[in-house]
């Protein structure tokens, strides 16, 4: 049976990126938050937001955390990561999904990525992003 794994996410850093020492390579845990409008079937505007837990490896997590802050807009590609685990409190199994980084790519940039991350106030607060009115920067891949 075949299988695909594979995650390409659009968002910005709810946070800086957090660095830790994983033996003799860095690991780098930081949430994005997606947003998506649509109208409800009454005509009502909405707003979701979804906020997605990351993990970068090595190279990747040191130039992420180097070139990325709170607010920044970044593209993502990785696969999904189940992780699993017994609560210490005996409050039985606990789960989380979240994605590894294995490329990704600067989004914004400029005087225009700096005016937009002071105007994001909080997760998520930003304006919607239109996916067609984003000018790409070439793709990263450091592993």
Not at 91 to 107: H, N, P
Request: some cysteine; aromatic content about 8%.
């Amino acid at each position: 049976m075949a299988s695909f794994n594979k995650v390409i996410i659009l968002g910005n850093l709810t946070r800086d990126i957090e660095l830790k020492a994983a033996g003799s390579t860095q690991v780098g845990n930081f949430t994005l938050a997606t947003n998506r409008k649509f109208k409800t079937a009454s005509g009502e505007q909405r707003e979701e937001v979804a906020f997605i837990d990351c993990q970068s490896w090595g190279k990747t997590a040191e130039v992420m955390a180097q070139y990325l802050s709170k607010g920044s807009s970044v593209l993502v590609e990785g696969r999904l990561k189940l992780d699993q685990w017994e609560d210490r409190n005996g409050g039985g199994k606990r789960s989380k999904l979240s994605v590894v980084v294995e490329s990704f790519t600067f989004v914004g940039g400029g005087q225009q990525g700096g005016q937009e991350q002071q105007s994001l106030g909080g997760a998520g607060s930003g304006p919607a992003i239109d996916h067609n009115d984003i000018p790409f920067s070439p793709r990263v891949d450091w592993a």
